[in-house]
């Protein structure tokens, strides 16, 4: 089944388009199920208008989906989701923020090591300025108190530190391993995020070694293109499922008013 759950609108401002022709591209695409997961209001700190939707943007974004929602009826299922920061003392507000509406999923982010907005190209050159076996060590070990907050139902882009195709030097098996563990006892799913084929990596999030310790684990997976522009809705689909398959997946999660059922991998 043709699903994509991780769609933003230009609410976060670094997306463009109407969500209208997000829906119409996910139709187009054949896609049954689209979520939009735009990005959750930032703490004050971290404020920023061109990172993420303001607290006083929230109803309406979610009144916006929830229209959709009846509108395209009978021709494509929209999700309410939202994609959200984990940020150490933030748990709470983000649980506030959401908590008023019948929302479907939320993903959890990493997208910051303490200050330091380690996906920006703007911060990049402080990589330079880490080993980057701590480094590595250091986002894991974020990644894995996200999923144990229980705040979350889908880690999203679990290996977005690899964005400017930077690694460790040591393997990075143990990694997977130890997360894999920690994802499946919170019950958290993954997803396949296909942006990672349009970055400098070059590659999807996550590594296929890291979809097949997930995948041994019990974790489920869902699909998410992270598209930022109508266009990019349901990106590379047919790719990302026939990784699954080879990293062991039969089905994929499709999530609603927060619990999952899994539907069959289809291209
Ligand atoms: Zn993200
Ligand atoms: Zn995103």
């Not at 939707?53 to 009826?73: C, H, N, S």
Request: with cysteine; proline share 6%.
């Amino acid at each position: 089944m043709r699903v994509d759950y991780h769609v933003h609108t230009k609410l976060c401002g670094h997306a463009r388009g109407e969500m209208r022709q997000y829906v119409e591209a996910a139709i187009e695409m054949g896609i049954v199920k689209l979520g939009f997961a735009d990005h959750t209001p930032l703490p004050p700190e971290k404020k920023d208008p061109g990172l993420a939707m303001d607290e006083a943007q929230v109803e309406g974004y979610v009144e916006a989906v929830l229209a959709l929602r009846d509108e395209y009826k009978g021709q494509i299922e929209i999700a309410l989701g939202f994609e959200a920061d984990y940020i150490p003392g933030y748990e709470e507000e983000i649980e506030r923020i959401i908590s008023p509406y019948p929302v479907d999923y939320v993903y959890g982010s990493v997208h910051f090591l303490g200050d330091w907005a380690y996906d920006s190209p703007y911060e990049r050159e402080q990589y330079s300025r880490w080993d980057p076996d701590q480094l590595y060590s250091l986002y894991f070990d974020t990644l894995c108190k996200a999923a144990k907050t229980g705040l979350f139902d889908i880690m999203a882009h679990p290996d977005l530190i690899k964005k400017f195709n930077y690694w460790p030097n040591g393997p990075l098996e143990p990694y997977w391993q130890q997360t894999a563990a920690v994802f499946k006892e919170s019950k958290v799913a993954i997803e396949l995020n296909s942006s990672g084929w349009h970055r400098e990596v070059g590659k999807a999030y996550p590594e296929l070694g890291f979809l097949e310790a997930c995948c041994k684990a019990g974790v489920p997976v869902t699909f998410g293109s992270d598209a930022h522009a109508p266009e990019e809705v349901g990106r590379d689909f047919k790719l990302a499922m026939e990784t699954l398959k080879e990293a062991g997946y039969r089905q994929i999660a499709a999530f609603h008013k927060r619990s999952y059922t899994l539907v069959p991998i289809g291209v």
